[in-house]
């Protein structure tokens, strides 16, 4: 066993008590809250800095997955600490980025395949900066939407679940991924114009349409579409949460789909 998948099933395990905590009383604020959310960033952290070092960027699928597990938890407690309703969305996020946690451990025997360096100095770094903060918003964003579908399905059937009980109400949800959204259309749209600038200076092209450039406009026509919807065209409801899923699809696809199929299915 390497040394690399110890680290990152150790980085796992770290994760669990922050998948437990909400669903605790005792753990649910506080000391416990606070610490088990920043020791399972620290420990994504960790295992994120060492596969990808400092000098150079690999593009492998366990380090992709590990920057992004990281910069979700650290923009998770960001969010926490400003908006109280928004701890509640941990019973949904850590779950999830724990599912990615075990795939980037099966993922995590393959080499690493370092980007190309052809694109001045500083622009491949804030492109993949830009980039991992666009998704880690879009799946507190994607969170923040379920909860409100799970909340507003329980209100309907007059069955609340243990699950709706612990999730922040429908109108707080729906202000909580509106202005992620906000945010991510912003930041998606420097991860595009980012892109372009490196695309140009690695060969001579301002566009590319590959896999990764499709979805990423895909996602952010989207994305602008439902904000636009919301606000002036009344989408609410179910089909506003399917058309941020359905973008947040898009994005992961881009960003995780490919390399899946190649370093994991196909090797």
């Not at 998948?19 to 606070?34: L, V």
Request: aromatic share 10%.
């Amino acid at each position: 066993m390497s040394f690399t998948l110890i680290l990152s099933i150790a980085a796992t395990l770290f994760m669990v008590p922050a998948a437990y905590a909400p669903w605790a009383p005792k753990w649910r604020q506080g000391p416990p809250f606070w610490g088990t959310l920043l020791i399972a960033a620290l420990w994504a952290m960790e295992i994120a800095v060492h596969l990808v070092g400092w000098h150079h960027w690999s593009a492998a699928l366990a380090a992709d997955l590990w920057v992004t597990i990281a910069a979700t938890l650290v923009l998770l407690a960001m969010v926490c600490y400003r908006n109280l309703q928004a701890r509640q969305l941990t019973i949904l996020v850590i779950p999830y980025l724990l599912l990615l946690a075990v795939l980037a451990c099966f993922a995590s025997s393959h080499a690493n395949v370092e980007v190309s360096d052809d694109a001045p100095a500083g622009w491949v770094g804030v492109h993949i900066l830009v980039s991992v903060t666009t998704l880690g918003l879009l799946t507190l964003a994607a969170a923040a939407a379920l909860a409100s579908f799970i909340q507003s399905r329980a209100l309907k059937t007059k069955r609340p679940t243990a699950l709706s009980r612990l999730l922040p109400p429908v109108s707080d949800s729906e202000r909580l991924y509106e202005g992620l959204l906000l945010v991510s259309e912003v930041v998606l749209a420097a991860g595009v114009a980012t892109g372009m600038a490196t695309e140009l200076a690695e060969s001579g092209r301002l566009l590319i349409f590959d896999h990764k450039t499709l979805f990423s406009l895909l996602a952010f026509v989207l994305i602008g579409g439902l904000i636009a919807g919301r606000r002036w065209g009344g989408v609410r409801g179910q089909m506003a949460v399917r058309l941020l899923l359905v973008a947040y699809s898009f994005v992961l696809l881009g960003y995780f789909g490919v390399k899946f199929v190649k370093q994991v299915l196909l090797s």
